[in-house]
């Protein structure tokens, strides 16, 4: 079967290696080079953990992925999970500390609860308020999220700095169209991000701003190695839910807030960080972390694009079972991208799939 790819970032990628390991005659479609910066798959690292306090159906298919990326790390002989553990600091009901145990619970995961002297002692970059907890989830650690487009895109033709303009289901195929003509395709999934309404308008996404931020370890502060300092998650105020992992370089370390940004048109969105995007986690490091300074040594501007629930918007499209729809971001896909992949594969090949996937289904938006 010969199956177009239109997108080629974290979820295309995915789905064009899954496609062509299943014996699938692949090319992939990408408006840019990537991995790029343009989109929502780039910034060093991404965050994979199992204790999901966004839904308890999610835990079986990020328990596939582990498996998943052990054999991109084989094939492309280099390391690309890095595991870590996962701290989830808040107040012990919090909304997503509490939701996290809830989902470790419902699937066996074994998680710890930290209290804040505990945390104190072993996490020293941390500033821990007496009322706060940490639910610490072992499995969970870091994604090298560049070197796994590139990993996943190796043996794929990818054909760069090329638009789609359509995709037009057919009786016997589906036609894809760009600049340069019109080719056939037995069927095609679409995954293009943040340009998913382009070609997909029935789906009602919003594209948000995020921005990423690399701070300066002060000398001397010797505990943000990946060794001793796990990727965590954390309820601030005024900021939201803000996440960090340890250092990469010696240097600094990278931090965000989750959600909070402005809506946005991928088209015109500002791609510069502006101080009234950096000072938030300026002052978050002033009250949460020891050994961090306000100083930045890089940002870089990224785009979620979100469903109204925030979950995962995944399935054949409505008019036409050659053509598959995967939306996995709401700031919270990448993790899952071998396996979406996989569900990608198995829509097109096979006009469904083995997984549970009725949460994210396409219907709730038709
Ligand atoms: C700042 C930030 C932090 C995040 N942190 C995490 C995290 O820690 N953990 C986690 O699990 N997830 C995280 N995410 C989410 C995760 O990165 C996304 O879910 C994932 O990268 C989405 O990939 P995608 O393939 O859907 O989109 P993209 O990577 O944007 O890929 C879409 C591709 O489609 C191409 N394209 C668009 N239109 C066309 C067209 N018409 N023709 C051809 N090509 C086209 C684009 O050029 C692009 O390459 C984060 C996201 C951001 C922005």
Not at 47 to 55: D, I, K, L, P, S
Not at 135 to 140: G, S
Request: some cysteine; hydrophobic content about 40%; overall charge negative.
């Amino acid at each position: 079967m010969r199956v177009a790819v239109v997108g080629c970032g974290a979820m295309g990628a995915a789905a064009g290696w899954r496609l062509q390991k299943r014996g699938a005659e692949v090319v992939c479609f990408d408006r840019y080079s990537p991995p790029h910066e343009i989109g929502s798959t780039h910034g060093e690292s991404r965050v994979t953990r199992t204790a999901y306090f966004e839904g308890p159906w999610y835990v079986p298919l990020l328990k596939e992925t582990f498996g998943m990326w052990r054999e991109l790390e084989a094939e492309s002989k280099q390391q690309l999970l890095t595991p870590t553990g996962l701290l989830m600091i808040g107040a012990p009901d919090s909304e997503a500390v509490v939701a996290s145990q809830a989902a470790a619970n419902e699937h066996g995961l074994e998680v710890k609860v930290l209290d804040a002297s505990e945390l104190r002692r072993r996490y020293p970059g941390h500033t821990v308020g007496d009322g706060e907890i940490a639910v610490f989830d072992p499995q969970a650690g870091f994604l090298r999220v560049e070197a796994i487009v590139s990993a996943m895109t190796r043996e794929l033709n990818v054909r760069r700095n090329t638009k789609v303009t359509g995709v037009d289901p057919k009786s016997d195929g589906v036609e894809v169209s760009t600049a340069q003509g019109s080719e056939m395709f037995d069927a095609a999934v679409i995954a293009t991000g943040p340009w998913m309404t382009e070609l997909v308008p029935f789906l009602p996404l919003k594209v948000e701003r995020q921005v990423l931020v690399w701070l300066a370890i002060q000398s001397g502060a010797d505990w943000f190695s990946p060794e001793r300092f796990p990727v965590w998650i954390r309820e601030a105020t005024p900021q939201g839910d803000v996440y960090g992992l340890p250092t990469l370089d010696g240097l600094s370390i990278k931090l965000a807030r989750h959600h909070g940004g402005e809506t946005v048109d991928p088209a015109t969105v500002r791609r510069t960080a502006t101080d009234a995007d950096l000072d938030p986690l300026r002052l978050f490091v002033t009250k949460y972390l020891h050994g961090v300074t306000r100083h930045v040594t890089r940002s870089s501007v990224c785009l979620y694009t979100n469903t109204p629930d925030r979950h995962f918007a995944i399935g054949l499209h409505p008019e036409s079972e050659r053509v598959a729809i995967v939306s996995a971001c709401s700031g919270h896909g990448f993790k899952f991208a071998p396996v979406v992949g996989d569900i990608a594969a198995d829509l097109v090949l096979e006009g469904g799939t083995r997984r549970d996937i009725s949460r994210l289904a396409l219907q709730r938006f038709t």
